[in-house]
Nanobody, 118 residues
């Protein structure tokens, strides 16, 4: 079992930056691919980014590519999503995920609200 806790959400203006962090505990974090997903009001949860267990590869959705960066620190059991040039359409609840791929994940955090005003 893996427990995930997100932090860093909030209200920002369009064009601003925000960093989300995810602290993992429980089962060995080091060997799990990690990811971020988001769910906007009235929409299904969607893939944002994933990172391989050793950080050697990353994937991004087209909507965030070039603006968001996913990273991890296996020594600290943390995953970070750096979000730059935020847009109102980035408004959503963001979920940290473990044992993740672009189609889903086995473990989920409780979510962090990100609101971008125009």
């Amino acid at each position: 079992q893996v427990q995930l806790v997100e932090s860093g959400g909030g209200l920002v203006q369009a064009g601003d930056s925000l960093r989300l962090s995810c602290a993992a505990s429980g089962r060995t974090f080091t060997y799990l691919a990690m990811g971020w997903f988001r769910q906007a009001p009235g929409k299904e949860r969607e893939f944002v980014a994933t990172i391989a267990w050793n950080g050697s590869s990353t994937r991004y959705s087209d909507s965030v590519k070039g603006r968001f960066t996913i990273s991890r620190d296996n020594a600290k059991n943390t995953v970070t999503l750096q979000m730059n040039s935020l847009k109102p359409e980035d408004t959503a609840v963001y979920y940290c995920a473990a044992d993740a791929n672009p189609y889903g994940a086995r473990y989920w955090g409780q979510g962090a609200q990100v609101t971008v005003s125009s």
